[in-house]
């Protein structure tokens, strides 16, 4: 990388819009090559040792453009990689432009008054959800923050309740990386079950859907279902001292 | 008025504090102290336990000047924690409180240490740190119960420090943790240890594993120092709890911190929690050795906001568990919330 290119980078970010400032990025939004596009900038947090801060960076770097592009080769939906700066830790992605997070869309359908049980509503997302799941994982990718923040539904065309219609696009790789172990496919959906269940109280039947659906879609599912019994086990439900 | 007196002996402090209305009035603790390259071990510290509670009991009540008349209430360590100095703490409070004719309140200890958290900071509403010997779990408050975010998939963050100081055979006295955090401020070079995240959880046992297997080859052929190596797992190990508590933060969009139980009075991890907190715009609340270490008057704070929302343990319910009751599900306390 050329430092002009570099500095080009930063030029981007201050002329784009910052959309917002999550845990380990800052996210902003501009046009690139006539696109609309959303920038992902990693950014050196202080509080963690320089030598630390610098490998994580860069490797969470390394391995969100990676999952992503074999993802996209298998198949499965996740925003096109335009450009990567790994000088500033930059990705530049494409914009799912029409989209709603499944967390704001699960939050929204279970406030909105339904005839007939909310569960209903939301089924066919949550065999969806299970179903690209299943298929990362059989892709030997594990995402490593699966919740439902990071998971973009299109908008567009979308009736509640229409499964055929759902356009599903995963997002935020940062944590992820290549394991063909059921141990770190079940940590995966240990992760997603616990996220999903405290973000969303009271849909246990719900989480049931997904995690049936990925059964039913992932070749290697039983294993990985075993395992994700064991990890439930583990930790402080084992025995908790202190 | 209402004064609460409280038992707390789930590992190895035993603890006995007496709280009325918000105020300590005392606080007297012992700790089981083991040599170095030792833990303790469930039956020895319960037998310490035995020892000592008495003489603690007494304390507590000659630092507050009350006699057992005064007490309104006595409330105790549930759980979870280790089963047999659980059960010896237990049956002195429902003793006691039988012989006092007052009413028993089983108390969950991580609610212990974010009741007395919130008391003495005035937290209002924080993203909870509970790091300790044997838990490891961002805590918060959501749709009136209190949910676990993120927590280790393995070990606690505590039991790794303590483990790491009997391979290196670090002194127990005052804590193991305490040796550490002094030994690393010495160290100057940092040693790559393996860094696990997942989503808002975390992972030791890994690096123990890691550290297990390194730290003697190290030592012994001079790469590094013991120094750097307390320093560098310090290092390592907080920058993954700050980051956990930082993702939930996001999640829950929640300005405040509050960091409780043993390893929380890490000056190291409170300065680098105050780093992110900072760059967040959010303000961190933390507190010492006295509040952050098990105690008894944590028990007495939460017994007393169960108590005076109506909530006792009847005498054939007063037993203790190992497990934690907390679940994604949530756990509710009701009358907690301000």
Same mark, same amino acid.
């Given at each position: 990388?050329?430092?002009?290119e570099?500095?080009a980078v930063?030029?981007?970010l201050?002329?784009?819009?910052?959309?917002?400032?999550g845990?380990?990025?800052?996210v902003?939004?501009?046009?690139?090559?006539g696109?609309?596009?959303?920038?992902?900038?990693?950014f050196?947090?202080?509080?963690?040792?320089p030598?630390?801060?610098?490998?994580?960076?860069?490797?969470?770097?390394?391995?969100?453009v990676?999952?992503?592009?074999? +993802?996209?080769k298998?198949?499965?939906?996740?925003?096109?990689?335009?450009?990567?700066d790994?000088t500033?830790? +930059?990705?530049?992605?494409?914009?799912?432009v029409?989209?709603?997070?499944?967390?704001d869309?699960?939050?929204?359908?279970?406030q909105?008054?339904?005839?007939?049980?909310?569960l209903e509503?939301?089924a066919?997302?949550?065999?969806k959800?299970g179903q690209?799941?299943?298929?990362?994982?059989?892709?030997?990718?594990?995402?490593g923050?699966?919740?439902?923040?990071?998971?973009?539904?299109r908008?567009?065309g979308?009736?509640v309740g229409?499964a055929a219609e759902?356009?599903l696009?995963?997002?935020?790789?940062g944590?992820?990386?290549?394991s063909?172990?059921?141990?770190?496919k079940?940590v995966?959906?240990?992760?997603?079950?616990k996220?999903?269940?405290?973000?969303?109280p009271?849909?246990?039947?719900l989480f049931?859907?997904l995690?049936k659906?990925?059964?039913?879609?992932?070749?290697?599912?039983?294993?990985?279902?075993?395992?994700?019994?064991?990890?439930r086990?583990?930790?402080?439900?084992?025995?908790m001292?202190? | 008025?209402?004064?609460?007196?409280g038992f707390?002996g789930?590992?190895?402090?035993?603890?006995?504090?007496?709280?009325?209305?918000?105020?300590?009035l005392?606080n007297?603790?012992?700790?089981y102290?083991?040599?170095?390259?030792?833990?303790?071990?469930?039956?020895?510290?319960?037998r310490?336990h035995?020892?000592? /509670?008495?003489?603690?009991l007494?304390?507590?009540?000659?630092?507050a000047?009350?006699t057992?008349?005064?007490i309104?209430?006595v409330?105790y360590t549930?759980?979870p924690?280790?089963g047999?100095?659980?059960?010896?703490?237990?049956?002195v409070?429902?003793t006691?409180a039988q012989?006092w004719?007052?009413?028993?309140?089983?108390v969950?200890?991580c609610?212990?240490?974010?009741?007395?958290?919130?008391l003495?900071?005035?937290a209002?509403?924080p993203?909870?740190?509970?790091?300790?010997?044997?838990n490891?779990?961002?805590?918060?408050y959501? $749709?009136?119960?209190?949910?676990?975010?993120?927590?280790?998939?393995? /070990?606690?963050?505590?039991?790794c420090?303590?483990r790491?100081a009997?391979v290196?055979? /670090?002194?127990?006295?005052p804590?193991?943790?305490?040796?550490?955090?002094q030994?690393?401020?010495r160290?100057?070079?940092?040693? $790559?240890?393996?860094?696990?995240?997942?989503?808002?959880d975390?992972?030791?046992?890994?690096?123990?594993?890691?550290?297990?297997e390194?730290?003697n080859k190290m030592?012994?052929?001079?790469?590094?120092?013991?120094?750097?190596?307390c320093?560098s797992?310090?290092?390592?190990?907080?920058?993954?709890l700050?980051?956990?508590?930082?993702?939930?933060m996001?999640h829950?969009?929640?300005? $405040?911190?509050?960091?409780?139980?043993?390893?929380?009075?890490?000056?190291?991890?409170?300065e680098?929690?105050?780093?992110?907190?900072e $760059?967040?715009g959010?303000?961190?609340?933390?507190t010492d050795?006295?509040f952050?270490?098990?105690?008894?008057?944590?028990?007495?704070?939460a017994?007393?906001?169960m108590?005076?929302s109506g909530q006792?343990?009847?005498?054939?319910?007063?037993?203790?568990?190992q497990r934690?009751?907390?679940t994604s599900?949530?756990l509710?306390?009701?009358g907690?919330?301000?």
């Open positions: 990388m050329e430092p002009e570099s500095m930063s030029d981007f201050i002329k784009g819009n910052l959309l917002k400032q845990a380990e990025a800052r902003y939004r501009d046009t690139f090559l696109k609309s596009t959303i920038i992902k900038e990693r050196p947090k202080k509080y963690r040792h030598l630390l801060d610098e490998k994580l960076t860069h490797r969470r770097t390394v391995q969100e990676r999952s992503i592009q074999r +993802c996209r298998a198949g499965i939906p996740t925003p096109v990689v335009h450009f990567v790994y500033s830790h +930059c990705i530049f992605l494409e914009d799912i029409d989209s709603v997070t499944v967390r869309h699960i939050v929204s359908t279970q909105r008054p339904h005839p007939g049980p909310t509503h939301l066919p997302l949550a065999a959800v690209i799941i299943a298929k990362m994982h059989d892709e030997d990718v594990v995402h923050d699966l919740t439902t923040s990071n998971m973009l539904l908008t567009s979308y009736v229409d759902l356009s696009v995963l997002i935020d790789f944590l992820s990386y290549i063909a172990l059921p141990e770190d079940g995966d959906l240990y992760v997603l079950e996220a999903f269940l405290s973000t969303h009271n849909t246990e039947a049931q859907k995690l659906s990925y059964a039913a879609s992932s070749k290697k599912s039983s294993a990985v279902i075993k395992k994700l019994d064991e990890v086990l583990r930790g402080r439900k084992r025995s001292v202190g | 008025m209402t004064v609460v007196i707390e789930s590992a190895n402090k035993i603890g006995i504090g007496i709280i009325r209305d918000g105020v300590v005392s007297p603790r012992r700790t102290i083991t040599p170095p390259g030792q833990g303790f071990l469930p039956s020895e510290t319960a310490h035995r020892a000592v /509670i008495l003489t603690v007494q304390e507590a009540l000659e630092q000047a009350l057992p008349a005064d309104d209430c409330a549930k759980g924690g280790m047999a100095p659980l059960v010896t703490v237990a049956l409070a429902r006691v012989l004719g007052r009413p028993l309140v089983g969950n200890h609610i212990g240490h974010v009741e007395m958290g919130r003495i900071t005035r209002h509403n993203t909870v740190l509970y790091v300790s010997g044997g490891t779990q961002v805590i918060a959501s $749709e009136r119960r209190y949910r676990i975010f993120g927590e280790t998939i393995d /070990i606690a963050v505590g039991n420090l303590d790491f009997r290196i055979k /670090i002194s127990n006295d804590s193991p943790g305490y040796n550490i955090e030994m690393a401020k160290g100057r070079q940092y040693v $790559e240890l393996p860094y696990t995240v997942k989503g808002m975390v992972s030791f046992s890994g690096i123990l594993s890691y550290i297990e390194a730290a030592l012994a052929s001079a790469q590094c120092t013991a120094e750097d190596l320093f797992l310090q290092e390592t190990l907080f920058s993954m700050v980051e956990i508590t930082e993702r939930a996001a829950c969009g929640s300005q $405040e911190v509050l960091i409780v139980g043993g390893v929380g009075c890490n000056l190291r991890l409170q680098m929690m105050g780093v992110m907190c $760059e967040r959010a303000k961190l609340f933390a050795e006295r952050c270490i098990d105690n008894g008057a944590m028990i007495a704070q017994g007393w906001e108590f005076r006792t343990t009847a005498l054939p319910d007063s037993w203790i568990t934690s009751e907390f599900a949530g509710l306390l009701s907690s919330t301000s």
